[in-house]
């Protein structure tokens, strides 16, 4: 038996902002939202339904966002991994997010390793990683 990794849900005080902030930097859309959720799948994701199995289990999974009224506290225990090919440039990719309200985060990784952890707009960390092609 196997589920499928239907979404990842993150929580945000201004969810139409970083819904929107997060479909940008993804190259997602918007295929529900209304005051209490917003939620974004792959452009090439499927919004019909399926109904074979095996299709049904390749589905990658999208994001929800929704309200809550508590600001960030601590760490994540739980991030995303952003990977740019390796025919893109990594360090313009970083540029980019920074330039669209992302900012640095020291998790208490070391100045060596291969990635670069940011932070979104609402402070939730995440990672881009080396450029690479799987």
């Given at each position: ?17 970083l ?5 940008q ?29 095996a ?80």
């Amino acid at each position: 038996m196997a589920l499928r990794w239907y979404t990842t849900v993150i929580d945000a005080h201004d969810i139409a902002t970083l819904s929107r902030w997060w479909a940008q930097t993804l190259d997602w859309q918007i295929v529900y939202e209304d005051d209490e959720e917003v939620a974004i799948i792959p452009k090439w994701g499927a919004e019909d339904r399926i109904g074979d199995l095996a299709e049904w289990l390749r589905s990658g999974p999208g994001m929800v966002f929704v309200p809550v009224p508590e600001g960030k506290t601590v760490k994540n225990r739980l991030h995303i991994d952003l990977a740019p090919h390796k025919s893109q440039d990594r360090d313009a990719e970083v540029a980019a997010l920074l330039e669209r309200g992302a900012t640095h985060a020291d998790v208490g990784q070391s100045d060596d390793v291969t990635w670069t952890v940011l932070a979104d707009p609402e402070g939730n960390e995440f990672c881009v990683l080396s450029a690479r092609d799987r």
